[in-house]
């Protein structure tokens, strides 16, 4: 399994950007699906952006092509996100999450989701 911990959350204004990280340890040396994910308080968890570990492979939810991007960093085992043109409606707890290559489930499929990182607060003012 992989251990996952997300840092970069905090307080922005609407308009502005952040880039969210998550840095892996563990069995990195395994190829992963890494996933971003949200939850808003009161709503479900809400898939945001895969990309598999050893390629460019990118995957988008609906609400954030466009302003969101997936990268990672492989010699550093770390995964981002950069949100650009950050809304109120964008507040949440981001969470990034890694899944078997192997898996076939959609990539927004909560339960195809091995290992969990414990989230990190994005609030945006208007």
């Known amino acids: 399994q992989v251990q996952l911990v997300e840092s970069g959350g905090g307080l922005v204004q609407a308009g502005g950007s952040l880039r969210l990280s998550c840095a892996a340890s563990g069995r990195t040396s395994l190829d992963y699906y890494m996933g971003w994910f949200r939850q808003a308080p009161g709503k479900e968890r809400e898939f945001l952006a895969a990309i598999r570990y050893s390629s460019s492979i990118t995957t988008y939810g609906d609400s954030v092509k466009g302003r969101f991007t997936i990268s990672r960093d492989n010699a550093r085992n770390t995964v981002y996100l950069q949100m650009n043109s950050l809304t109120p409606e964008d507040t949440a707890v981001y969470y990034c999450?890694?899944?078997?290559?192997?898996?076939?489930?959609?990539?927004?499929?909560?339960?195809?989701?091995?290992?969990w990182g414990q989230g990190t607060q994005v609030t945006v003012s208007s």
């Open positions: 999450a890694a899944r078997s290559v192997f898996t076939t489930a959609p990539m927004s499929s909560l339960k195809s989701y091995h290992s």
